[in-house]
């Protein structure tokens, strides 16, 4: 049985789309199973072709103009005339889920949405109302759909009427990587970490702003990259936080990995998200979060490990916040494991 996975973007790229089809595809070749990971490059910078850990990866010249959308009539070609049994094909907001739809024939289509209900920006709002129709064809041509979160089921039922399709198959992490990994609090200094690709809709923003309002030693690391950065880059430089706001990007994972384990507290502020998969890493880490009380976020909540704050963002709260939180001691979460979902998606290629 051959299974092609159709992505945006793949390692070395961060995000939670490529984690989750990294760490799937990685464990179900050592199944057994015939993977191959179809996905696009805009930067035309990385091969054309490779092995990662057992892995084929095929890359597409594309065009992503701001990081978006991914556009790739080479991908697309090359889908139409190929022939696989299972076509995987992720997130609804770019094109090569698209041309995975139209190039269905007899195989079964497996639709991963990572839906989030609108565009990021008011531009892209805009494209979405015009892409919706269009995009609908995908949920119509799909055989499954896996939603993340009960969130994102309601939403993708709700806007398209596909109940009888959808599975909630949440992402998971790795806990091996997790085991040896020890806590390391600074205790002279309160360290916040966010880990999101660098756009406006993430809201690194208002944790900047935070910082110039906080009433303690405090630093932040930022890590991932996008078109946002400079923007961010510029407002730390402006209240004068340079020397405490460190942005990292293309890092390892076991320096990533550290990261988790050093901060006091994880704050993820995106307006929309279907998941939130670094929360669940920073929960496994057993640090303390900060999220956006929003649809694909707030499924985290608790109160004890997971605290919430709703939009608009008040920044003077959450400063407030950050030194409530840094105070508290995480608990174990109970978090699926890669391995589990994995097993699952077997399930669903092989059914």
């Not at 004068?240 to 942005?247: A, Y």
Request: aromatic fraction near 10%; hydrophobic fraction near 40%.
């Amino acid at each position: 049985m051959k299974i092609a996975v159709v992505c945006p973007r793949y390692y070395p790229h961060i995000g939670g789309v490529q984690a989750c089809v990294k760490e799937v595809s990685e464990r179900l070749v050592k199944y057994g199973l015939d993977i191959e990971v179809l996905t696009t490059d805009p930067t035309h910078e990385l091969p054309g072709e490779e092995n990662i850990n057992g892995v084929r990866v095929r890359r597409f010249r594309s065009w992503a103009p701001g990081e978006a959308y991914y556009l790739s009539r080479d991908l697309k070609t090359y889908l139409m005339h190929s022939r696989y049994d299972v076509v995987d094909a992720h997130n609804y907001h770019a094109f090569p889920a698209l041309y995975a739809a139209q190039a269905k024939t007899s195989n079964r289509l497996v639709f991963t949405p990572t839906y989030h209900g609108t565009g990021h920006t008011f531009f892209r709002s805009l494209l979405h109302r015009v892409y919706k129709p269009i995009g609908r064809k995908i949920f119509e041509a799909s055989d499954i759909i896996i939603c993340r979160s009960p969130d994102e089921m309601h939403h993708v039922i709700s806007d398209f009427d596909v109940a009888k399709k959808v599975v909630l198959v949440p992402n998971g992490i790795s806990h091996s990587e997790f085991v040896d990994l020890r806590k390391a609090e600074d205790r002279t200094c309160t360290r916040l970490l966010c880990v999101a690709r660098l756009e406006k809709y993430k809201g690194i923003q208002y944790v900047i702003e935070a910082m110039s309002r906080v009433r303690i030693n405090a630093a932040l690391d930022i890590v991932g990259v996008g078109p946002y950065r400079n923007s961010l880059v510029r407002l730390a430089r402006r209240l004068g936080l340079s020397d405490r706001i460190t942005f990292r990007s293309n890092l390892s994972r076991r320096d990533l990995l550290s990261l988790y384990a050093r901060a006091n507290v994880f704050i993820l502020l995106s307006k929309y998200e279907a998941f939130g998969i670094a929360v669940a890493e920073a929960l496994a880490a057993r640090t303390r979060c900060i999220v956006a009380q929003v649809p694909g976020l707030r499924h985290w909540i608790d109160d004890r490990n997971v605290f919430g704050i709703s939009y608009p963002i008040d920044v003077d709260r959450l400063a407030e916040m950050i030194v409530e939180v840094s105070e508290k001691q995480a608990d174990d979460v109970r978090l699926h494991d890669w391995d589990d979902i994995a097993n699952k998606m077997r399930e669903i290629y092989l059914d």
